[in-house]
C-alpha cells in the first residue's frame, strides 16, 4: 500500500509544508512478523500453527497495528510473546472477554484468540460460550492437546477416559468435553476442525476463519509431545492414521448434521462443520450508538450529561 503525499506531509504548524514524494509500505514478510525464539519443547503440535500464523498474516499482507492476537495462560497462550505484532498475554481463561472488547471497541482489526483446551473449556468456559452466543467478530483457536501441558500433565476437560495424569493417577473418570460440540451448540457461526499434523489444512482453516463475520471457532489438535505423546496418531497418515475430510455431501447450515459430524469417534472428521451467516454483536452495538449519537448531534459532552440528569429527577 501507498501512503499518499498528504498523509506524509511535514508536521503540523509549518505554513508551506513541501510535498514529499509517496513512499511505499511494505508488506510483512514472515521472518519480520516473527519475534521471540519460541520457548516450546522441540516437537510439539503449536510451532506448526505459529508458522502458519505468519504465513496467513504475510498472505492477507497484513501490518503490525492491524494484527491482535490475545491469549490466556499456557504453553499455547505463549503465542502471542512470538508475534512481532500487538496483542496481549492475558489472565488464564479469560482471553476471550478481553478479546470481545477489542473487537467491539476497534472494527479495524481482525482479533486473533489462540488457547489450549485447559484455557478455553474448563477455566474459560463460560466465556468460551457467551463470546460464541454473542458472535462477536473475531477467531478463536483451540489448540487442544488433551492435557494441561504448562503445569506439566494434569487431566483436562478435553482428556479422553481413562487418561492417567497427576491429578487422575488411576485414569481420568470424568467424560471429556467435545469442544466442535460444545461451540456448535453455544451459537458459534463457524466451526471447523484439524489438525497441526496438516499444515495445508490448518492454513486453510484459518484463511476461511478469518474470511467469515462472526465468531469463527478452529479445534485445532496440536500434539504436547512432552506429556501426551502418539495422543493423535490415529489422525495422522504418517503415523498409521486416517485424516478424513468432511464429506462433501456434508450441508455446513445443517446444525443437527454438523452436531452429528462432531459427535464421529476419533480421529473423526476434519474441515468446516458449520458455518451460517447471522447479525454480530460488532454490528447490532454499531447500530445501538450511532442511533444514539444521533440523538445527541450538535450537542456539547456537558449539554448531554445535563439531559440524562434532567431525565433522572
Ligand atoms: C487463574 C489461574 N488458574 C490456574 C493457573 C495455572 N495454569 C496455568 S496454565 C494452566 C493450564 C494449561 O493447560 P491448557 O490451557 O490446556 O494449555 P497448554 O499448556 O496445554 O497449551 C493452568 C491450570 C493460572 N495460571 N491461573
Ligand atoms: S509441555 Fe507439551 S504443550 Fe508445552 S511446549 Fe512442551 S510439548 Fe508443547
Ligand atoms: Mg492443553
Known amino acids: 500500500m501507498i501512503a499518499t503525499a498528504s498523509e506524509v506531509l511535514?508536521?503540523?504548524?509549518?505554513?508551506?509544508?513541501?510535498?514529499?514524494?509517496?513512499?511505499?509500505?511494505?508488506?510483512?514478510?514472515?521472518?519480520?512478523?516473527?519475534?521471540?525464539?519460541?520457548?516450546?519443547?522441540?516437537?510439539?503440535?503449536?510451532?506448526?500453527?505459529?508458522?502458519?500464523?505468519?504465513?496467513?498474516?504475510?498472505?492477507?499482507?497484513?501490518?503490525?497495528?492491524?494484527?491482535?492476537?490475545?491469549?490466556?495462560?499456557?504453553?499455547?497462550?505463549?503465542?502471542?510473546?512470538?508475534?512481532?505484532?500487538?496483542?496481549?498475554?492475558?489472565?488464564?481463561?479469560?482471553?476471550?472477554?478481553?478479546?470481545?472488547?477489542?473487537?467491539?471497541?476497534?472494527?479495524?482489526?481482525?482479533?486473533?484468540v489462540f488457547g489450549g483446551d485447559g484455557d478455553l473449556f474448563s477455566i474459560g468456559g463460560n466465556h468460551f460460550t457467551h463470546t460464541a452466543r454473542k458472535n462477536i467478530k473475531l477467531t478463536c483457536v483451540a489448540m487442544?492437546?488433551?492435557?494441561?501441558?504448562l503445569t506439566k500433565k494434569q487431566t483436562s476437560p478435553t482428556s479422553p477416559l481413562g487418561f492417567k495424569s497427576k491429578t487422575d493417577i488411576w485414569g481420568a473418570v470424568d467424560y471429556p468435553v467435545n469442544p466442535m460440540k460444545q461451540a456448535i451448540a453455544a451459537g458459534a457461526s463457524f466451526v471447523a476442525r484439524t489438525t497441526s499434523s496438516n499444515p495445508n489444512h490448518v492454513a486453510q482453516m484459518m484463511d476461511a476463519a478469518m474470511d467469515h463475520d462472526g465468531f469463527s471457532f478452529i479445534e485445532c489438535l496440536s500434539e504436547c509431545v512432552e506429556f501426551y505423546e502418539g495422543a493423535f496418531d490415529a489422525s495422522n497418515p504418517r503415523k498409521g492414521g486416517v485424516f478424513n475430510t468432511v464429506p462433501a455431501t456434508h450441508d455446513v447450515t445443517n446444525e443437527t448434521a454438523a452436531y452429528k459430524l462432531a459427535g464421529e469417534p476419533f480421529p473423526g472428521y476434519f474441515g468446516i462443520f458449520y458455518k451460517v451467516s447471522k447479525p454480530t454483536k460488532n454490528e447490532k452495538e454499531a447500530a445501538i450508538s450511532s442511533s444514539a449519537r444521533e440523538k445527541v448531534k450538535g450537542l456539547k459532552d456537558w449539554e448531554i450529561l445535563q439531559k440524562t440528569f434532567d431525565r433522572m429527577r
Open 10 to 112: 511535514a508536521p503540523s504548524g509549518q505554513s508551506n509544508p513541501v510535498p514529499v514524494p509517496p513512499v511505499e509500505r511494505k508488506p510483512l514478510t514472515k521472518k519480520e512478523i516473527a519475534a521471540d525464539h519460541p520457548t516450546w519443547c522441540p516437537g510439539c503440535g503449536d510451532f506448526a500453527v505459529l508458522a502458519l500464523y505468519f504465513k496467513l498474516i504475510e498472505k492477507r499482507k497484513l501490518w503490525q497495528e492491524k494484527i491482535t492476537t490475545i491469549s490466556g495462560i499456557g504453553c499455547s497462550s505463549r503465542f502471542p510473546y512470538f508475534v512481532q505484532a500487538y496483542g496481549a498475554h492475558y489472565i488464564h481463561g479469560r482471553s476471550l472477554a478481553f478479546a470481545s472488547g477489542v473487537s467491539l471497541s476497534r472494527p479495524d482489526l481482525h482479533v486473533f
Open 144 to 149: 487442544d492437546n488433551w492435557v494441561y501441558g
